[in-house]
């Protein structure tokens, strides 16, 4: 996932359709265990710091809160429902 992975810190990223360039980061991991557990253990810690369910849901949160501040009150009624004839 690109979103995680900080090339060189916690793992590799590799151009896409490129087999030779995944083998080599697969090799260079599987080679080299001191690399492996520490990009290991940064990953853990991103997992737990940055996308812990409480902080995907506190910012998914605020995406909607956000979104629902911004839309006009008629576009968040359906057409002929009973809410928009009050």
Do not use: W
């Amino acid at each position: 996932c690109r979103e995680i992975v900080r090339h060189g810190e916690n793992g590799y990223l590799v151009p896409v359709h490129d087999p030779e360039a995944l083998a080599k980061a697969i090799l260079s991991l599987v080679n080299d265990p001191k690399s492996r557990h520490s990009m290991g253990a940064h990953s853990r810690h991103l997992a737990v710091t940055e996308f812990s369910v409480e902080i995907v849901v506190e910012q998914t949160i605020k995406v909607y809160a956000h979104l629902l501040q911004e839309a006009p009150r008629n576009r968040l009624r359906p057409k002929g429902s009973l809410a928009s004839k009050v």
